[in-house]
């Protein structure tokens, strides 16, 4: 399978990293836009490129061991709790000089590279004035503002945005066989993030989840205080519940690869690389269920605002448009986007080491407010 062959909907993006694999690449690379939307696939399909020795065939034995997450070549790091901390970068700093284990380049790929705190990221910034030139950086993140101006200028941007629904249902229709309608549907829904909208195509549980939240958000206008309490609790659980569904997938990765391993050495590798993946996938999981839970939310009383507004075409849950027009009361655009704005304003505290129960729980006592 060619590079890229899976990234759907970036052609800017691709365009300037299949040229950066052409004509020779950059040290430092900034992959910025929302959640989904593929920055992190494309950054392991890049890191193939720049260790392959023909740039990217995607066929051979280092395209596949680092897309998997498996070369020695390719370093990844996460947060570890909420921040990238200071000994990560200063084990990058020392890491660097050495020269590569097998492929043409070292390449180190930082997920939510805006968690960096200070004291981490001025040690980072130490590291790209000077790297030598066999490491590439590649830092993916979705708030490329929270990053210091000095690392910025040093990467070359390289942009993702959200996949237009007509888009992203042609590609529903190819990849998981869904009818056109159906398709549009869950595109809608999705609203630009290639993964949302995957899930929800290939996933009873993320459909079910869905449709719990909507329940949820429904509820909100007549719930008493003890029971906002008690779904604060409740959402909160089915998060970390489907978090913990989707390092399955991960644990049966490991096992397949551990199958396949040549040595002793090669098998405490795996085990290292998947115990890292294995906490970095779940602390993922858990921020892309409380975004699929500001997205409902923010959706629902974002469509409850348009059928106020008499536009039922503009609505994004289609299939839950009968609903929408027994519960939108017109008159009411302005309370509804009042809710809008209270989720708007929890997605913002995400930003930031909030406890994540307790800006569930004020969300929803925020839209209460604002519905009142």
């Known amino acids: 399978m060619s590079l890229f062959a899976d990234i759907v909907g970036q052609e800017l993006a691709l365009t300037i990293l299949r040229r950066s694999l052409a004509t020779g690449p950059a040290h430092a690379y900034l992959f910025w836009g929302p959640l989904g939307v593929g920055k992190e696939a494309a950054a392991y399909e890049f890191a193939a490129g720049l260790c392959c020795a023909v740039g990217g065939c995607g066929q051979c034995d280092t395209c596949r061991r680092v897309r998997e997450g498996i070369h020695p070549d390719v370093e990844v790091l996460a947060p570890e709790g ?46 790209l004035e000077e790297p030598p030139g066999h490491a590439h950086f590649i830092l993916v993140t979705s708030a490329a503002e929270a990053l210091l101006p000095t690392i910025l200028s040093r990467c070359q941007r390289v942009p993702f945005s959200r996949v237009g629904a007509p888009v ?3 590609h ?3 990849c998981c066989g869904l009818s056109e309608l159906e398709a549009l549907a869950f595109a809608r829904v999705a609203q630009g993030s290639v993964t949302y909208a995957c899930e929800l195509a290939q ?12 329940g949820w958000a429904r509820r909100i206008p007549t719930d008493s ?47 290292k690389l998947y115990e890292l993946r294995g906490k970095r996938e779940r602390r993922r999981a858990v921020t892309a269920g409380l975004d699929e839970v500001m997205r409902t939310f ?75």
Request: net charge negative; with cysteine.
């Open 172 to 174: 529903l229709t190819a």
């Open 82 to 127: 909420a921040f990238i901390t200071v000994d990560q970068i200063r084990e990058v700093n020392r890491d660097v000089a050495l020269r590569p284990f097998e492929s043409r380049a070292r390449v180190y790929i930082l997920l939510d590279a805006h968690s960096m705190n200070k004291e981490a990221a001025n040690a980072f910034l130490k590291t």
């Open 203 to 214: 996933d009873a549980g993320a459909r079910a989840q869905r449709e719990r939240l909507i």
């Open 168 to 170: 992203l249902a042609r």
């Open 298 to 372: 923010a959706g629902w009383y974002r469509d409850l605002a348009v059928v106020a507004a008499g536009a039922d075409e503009a609505v994004l849950n289609h299939d839950f448009l009968l609903e929408l027009r027994n519960e939108a009361f017109p008159g009411s655009v302005e309370t509804y986007l009042a809710a809008v704005k209270a989720v708007r304003g929890t997605m913002e505290r995400f930003r930031y080491n909030v406890d994540a129960r307790c800006a569930l729980e004020d969300m929803i006592f925020s839209i209460r407010e604002a519905l009142l």
């Open 225 to 271: 205080p003890l029971e906002m309490q008690h779904m604060a609790d409740e959402i909160f659980t089915s998060v970390e519940g489907r978090a913990e569904a989707k390092l399955e997938a991960v644990a049966a990765a490991k096992d397949r690869d551990l199958e396949w391993a040549a040595n002793a050495r090669v098998k405490a590798r795996i085990e």
